[in-house]
């Protein structure tokens, strides 16, 4: 049977318009366990972001650009886990895990869009402690309001748009069967694998805003980092490099979690990992990350917890 043949038989089928997630595991025993394990993550997930949010909010001493930052990171994150946590715990009680074609685009989308967005937001975090350590006395007049506002928007714009090039390909190629999607959530590798037209512009597009956004984003960070050291060496004693190494020790945290695991999940041959693997570094990726977030960013900063001292002490003597 020739190549015209084989596509004009898969033109005359029947288009796929529901997909099938075939999650974690498909052992009940396990799903059972693994359940109650993600609905804590989730619900702490959005305990401590919203948290984290209210209190930058409502403390005076954290209107600075760094927390500003902070506070618009932990509202990706939970806008992130939470466009695949409900579904993704509800799909634990479903014998068949079924999606429907538009619900998988738009599912995709809100991932991609958050998770490019973080990385450009990461890389604005970046330079605003270069900034803050390489130029601490011209800090104040150059991360004005403005300036943040419009990195945050910029963020959240190159993430938005970059989402688009990635799912309008890939849900734009005919998909005529099978419908099983081995992961737990619309992911685009595992979606045009099941495509049976060419994929090769839609994984060129995947290649091309993986290289100029997410590794892009990672090379912002490594040049900010570079030339925060070099300052640090320069400029500092060593009393004062411990005290600013400290500043940027969170974020750096962040980001090695971040990427580290991102880039392992995606920039990959599909050959050389299992798709266990993949689903596992999926689920740190996906919920875990989201939940360390703002504990990694609180709990050797004396700035949050003296916030969060002070709003108890107000909550405790009101009236």
Not at 9 to 22: G, H, K
Not at 59 to 65: E, G, Y
Not at 249 to 261: D, E, I
Request: charged share 10%; with cysteine; glycine share 4%.
């Amino acid at each position: 049977m020739t190549m015209r043949n084989t596509m004009e038989m898969d033109r005359n089928s029947t288009p796929v318009t529901m997909f099938v997630l075939l999650g974690l595991t498909d052992e009940k025993e396990l799903q059972l366990i693994l359940f109650p394990i993600f609905l804590m993550i989730y619900l702490m997930t959005l305990m401590w972001n919203l948290g984290l949010i209210i209190l930058i909010r409502i403390d005076s001493h954290l209107h600075t650009p760094m927390y500003f930052f902070l506070s618009f990171l932990s509202s990706i994150d939970i806008c992130y886990t939470s466009t695949i946590g409900p579904r993704m715990l509800s799909d634990f009680f479903r014998d068949e895990k079924l999606i429907s074609f538009v619900a998988c685009a738009i599912q995709y989308f809100v991932v991609a869009w958050m998770a490019l967005s973080e990385c450009c937001l990461l890389a604005a975090m970046a330079i605003d402690r270069y900034v803050a350590i390489g130029s601490p006395l011209q800090y104040s007049y150059i991360m004005v309001p403005e300036l943040c506002w419009k990195m945050v928007s910029g963020a959240l714009g190159t993430g938005f748009i970059s989402s688009l090039f990635q799912t309008i390909p890939g849900f734009n190629l005919y998909y005529c069967g099978p419908n099983n999607i081995q992961h737990f959530f619309c992911d685009i590798p595992q979606i045009i694998s099941l495509s049976c037209s060419s994929t090769f512009i839609s994984q060129m597009f995947i290649f091309i805003v993986s290289l100029f956004v997410a590794l892009g984003s990672l090379l912002v960070v490594l040049l900010s980092y570079g030339f925060i050291a070099a300052s640090i060496l320069k400029s500092f004693s060593v009393k004062g490099s411990s005290k600013a190494f400290n500043t940027c020790a969170s974020h750096l945290a962040a980001v090695t979690l971040y990427f580290g695991t991102g880039l392992s999940v995606y920039m990959h041959p599909s050959s050389s990992h299992s798709t266990k693997y993949d689903k596992v570094l999926s689920v740190f990726y996906v919920n875990v990350i989201p939940m360390l977030n703002p504990l990694i960013y609180s709990l050797r900063n004396k700035e949050i917890k003296e916030a969060l001292k002070r709003v108890m002490k107000k909550a405790m003597h009101f009236p």
